[in-house]
């Protein structure tokens, strides 16, 4: 019963591969995030969807794209991957006011070797 | 200056003393804060959240609001060796973006 979930929770991969992770949350919550947070644990706001509509695109390189087919699932698609991409991402969510915050996704950590 | 500003630390105090945790913000018209706690290789997880000025106490936490300053604080009474992580301050800036700290890691030792 993961509030949300995203998948995988550790990917490496070389410079120049093109990744994608995966997040879903069953909370009900109108808005998902992705956040970046670097070896010295800085969270930073990539992206925001509300309701499949993107919100807030902070920014990122135009390799990062995310999408969100639905209010409940959204994807981190990244292209040509660098070595500084090597960072751990997470997916969180929220609903209406932010009262409660955010809920956040075990992470992914993403190693580019 | 950051938006959200934290000491690194470590921070480290003795079992059942009292942790102080700090953060102050440079946005003046911020009225969201939130207190994450995050366990080496875990995700944040939610503590507290306070929007107005002064006290707000659960359990063994208590946020701390001072708006006329711009910091916000959180105090561990009885600190634990469980309690022992990174603790993020984050402020909401528009719609339904937080903004984080770098976070304070906080020991407590046995």
């Known amino acids: 019963d993961t509030a949300v979930s995203q998948t995988p929770k550790y990917l490496v991969t070389q410079m120049g591969n093109d990744k994608s992770i995966k997040c879903e949350q069953n909370?009900?919550?109108?808005?998902m995030y992705w956040y970046k947070q670097d070896s010295k644990k800085f969270l930073k706001i990539m992206f925001s969807y509300n309701n499949k509509e993107l919100i807030i695109n902070e920014t990122v390189p135009n390799r990062f794209s995310p999408k969100s087919p639905d209010k409940a699932h959204l994807n981190l698609h990244i292209n040509s991957l660098e070595l500084g991409d090597s960072a751990v991402y997470f997916c969180?969510?929220?609903?209406?006011?932010?009262?409660?915050?955010?809920?956040f996704g075990s992470g992914t950590r993403l190693t580019v070797v | 200056q950051k938006e959200v500003e934290q000491n690194s630390g470590p921070l480290s105090v003795p079992e059942g003393a009292i942790a102080s945790l700090n953060c102050t913000y440079s946005?003046?018209?911020?009225?969201?804060f939130f207190w994450y706690r995050q366990y080496s290789g875990k995700s944040p997880e939610l503590i507290m959240s306070?929007?107005?000025?002064g006290d707000k106490e659960d359990g063994r936490f208590t946020a701390q609001l001072n708006k006329a300053s711009q910091y916000v604080s959180l105090l561990i009474r009885d600190s634990q060796p469980s309690d022992s992580a990174t603790y993020l301050c984050a402020v909401r800036r528009g719609f339904q973006k937080l903004v984080f700290g770098t976070g304070t890691r906080l020991l407590v030792s046995p």
């Open positions: 909370l009900g919550h109108d808005t």
């Open positions: 969180a969510s929220s609903q209406g006011d932010l009262r409660f915050g955010y809920t």
């Open positions: 306070i929007y107005s000025n």
């Open positions: 946005d003046r018209g911020s009225q969201s």
